[in-house]
């Protein structure tokens, strides 16, 4: 079952970027040009929202279920291995951080009106999806 979490965890990645990139330079040039807030775009903050709540579930279940939970018990062992300190600590901490920061843009949009929806959500998906870039393991994707 790990395995192929793991490879849903790959899969699924290739969609949230994709939405996230795409959503993040819609939202901000519909910012700019003062545009009314559309149901196309309210579909399209959800999917992407849906798409890295997913990734943050199964994210959890590969991370207890693999050996990533194990390897921190020997917490100095781990922190001083590179590749194992961005599998234990800096892929998790960063993704959650990335997801949490689209969540409050999704929820503060619902709260705008108009074209405001527009800049609460590319800000808090373009800092989320930067901070996600920064720590995805680009060497397993491609
Ligand atoms: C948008 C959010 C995320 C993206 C785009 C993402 C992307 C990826 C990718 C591309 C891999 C490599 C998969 C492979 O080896 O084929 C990976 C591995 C992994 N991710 Fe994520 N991830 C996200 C969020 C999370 C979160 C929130 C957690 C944990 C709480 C997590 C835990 C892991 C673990 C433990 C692995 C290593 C799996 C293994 O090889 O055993 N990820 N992630
Ligand atoms: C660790 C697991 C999860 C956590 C902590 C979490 C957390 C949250 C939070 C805090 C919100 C509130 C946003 C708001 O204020 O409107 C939210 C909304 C949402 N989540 Fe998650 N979520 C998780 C997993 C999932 C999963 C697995 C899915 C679907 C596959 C999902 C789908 C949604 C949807 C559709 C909304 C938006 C609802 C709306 O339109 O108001 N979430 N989530």
Known sequence: MH???VHLH?????VALVLLIVSGIKFLMAARA?????????????????????????GF?????????????DFGAAMSDSSVRFQVLEHPLTMIIGVVLITIG???AKRAEGTAK??????????????????VPWDKLF
Do not use: N
């Open 118 to 135: 527009y800049s609460k959500l590319s800000r808090f998906y373009l800092i989320g999806l930067v901070l996600i870039l920064l720590r």
């Open 3 to 5: 395995t192929g979490l």
């Open 106 to 108: 999704y929820s503060s």
């Open 34 to 58: 003062k545009k009314e807030f559309t149901e196309g775009d309210r579909k399209l903050s959800l999917y992407t929202l849906i798409s890295v709540h997913l990734q943050l579930v199964i």
């Open 61 to 73: 279940v590969i991370y207890f279920t693999g050996l990533s939970f194990s390897q921190l018990k």
């Open 10 to 14: 790959r899969t699924l990645a290739y």
